[in-house]
């Protein structure tokens, strides 16, 4: 038989007093404090080609809203100078001297091609990320409500089939038709119906999850169908939102640069009226970067908004925080 006392090295007293119970502690889990962002975060940073993407991303958003406000852009500056128009960098260098804005050449105007980029990215990535985010907003909480609302649901389907199957360019093509071809004029044609698509995505996401057990519970008890939406449903949708948001923020680039294309953009030398405006410098000799230069930049932010927010959409799931 062992020896209690010898083996712990403890008296009696010691060894059999009485331990106080405290119900509190005994209840207590020790676990990881979980923070979803920091996780969303931790995962995407996790791998090192997202922080290049990223660093590219934040450089040319960046870069597209400060160097205007530090170098004005005038883009009739030199147009009573025969000698400054549709210059190759090197005769751009050569002429006017050697100029960051002059790297890549003069326009048909006399004006740096650098410049004008720059001041197009700006006007298009504001574009995009107004319209993204009111489409969004309105879209989310639309779709919440209308996925969890029957009443809701049987109102806005009718309105998504009489509104949904009209092609959307025609819309805002009737719509800068209709008034002036201004930068708010193109914010307003994007977002009038943009939203609807987006409502109706979620919609179907809510539909998915609206009769699980504590939306049944939350109902049984009085919560009213949008604090549900907001609180109960909103919250788990966390990755799907990021995802669309990703494929959202360079489809309108996409939009103006092409609506410009045909003729039909902004007043405003956005990317896309910049590229229209070059047209014919695509197949005229010497005359190339014009048009390439202000499509590269466009392929650029939209391939890199794209990436970003897919992977970030990636990281927002739950399931990769493991």
């Not at 090192?48 to 958003?61: P, Q, T």
């Not at 006017?96 to 990535?125: C, V, Y």
């Not at 089939?161 to 009737?174: A, F, Q, R, W």
């Not at 000799?285 to 014009?290: Q, R, S, V």
Request: hydrophobic share 50%; glycine share 6%; charged share 15%.
């Amino acid at each position: 038989m062992v020896d209690l006392n010898k083996k712990y090295s403890l008296t009696d007293e010691e060894l059999f007093a009485p331990v106080n119970k405290d119900d509190l502690a005994s209840e207590r889990i020790t676990a990881p404090r979980y923070s979803y962002w920091k996780s969303v975060f931790r995962v995407f940073f996790r791998n090192k080609v997202n922080i290049a993407i990223l660093g590219l991303l934040v450089f040319v958003v960046a870069f597209a809203y400060i160097y205007p406000m530090i170098v004005p852009y005038d883009p009739y500056a030199n147009l009573m100078d025969p000698n400054s128009k549709h210059l190759s960098p090197a005769q751009a260098m050569s002429y006017f001297g050697a100029n960051l804005k002059w790297i890549l050449g003069a326009g048909a105007s006399g004006e740096p091609t650098f410049d004008a980029i720059w001041n197009g990215s700006r006007i298009s990535i504001s574009l995009a990320f107004i319209c993204a985010a009111i489409n969004m907003t309105v879209g989310v909480i639309i779709g919440a409500v209308w996925g969890f609302s029957k009443k809701v649901d049987a109102i806005m389907t009718e309105v998504y089939n009489i509104i949904g199957n009209v092609p959307m360019i025609l819309i805002i093509s009737v719509m800068a038709m209709l008034f002036d071809r201004n930068f708010w004029t193109m914010v307003f044609a994007l977002t009038i119906v943009g939203w609807l698509s987006i409502a109706y995505f979620i919609r179907t996401q809510v539909v998915i999850i609206r009769d699980r057990e504590y939306n049944l519970a939350s109902r049984c008890l009085g919560t009213s169908t949008m604090k549900i939406a907001m609180k109960n449903i909103l919250p788990f949708m966390t990755s799907v939102i990021v995802t669309l948001l990703a494929t959202e923020i360079p489809s309108y680039i996409s939009y103006e640069v092409f609506l410009a294309y045909i003729g039909m953009g902004m007043s405003e030398m956005s990317l896309g009226r910049l590229i229209y405006a070059a047209e014919s410098a695509m197949v005229t000799p010497g005359w190339e970067m014009e048009f390439w230069a202000p499509v590269a930049i466009a392929s650029i932010i939209t391939v890199v908004l794209y990436v970003v927010g897919q992977n970030l959409g990636d990281a927002s799931d739950p399931r990769t925080h493991m």
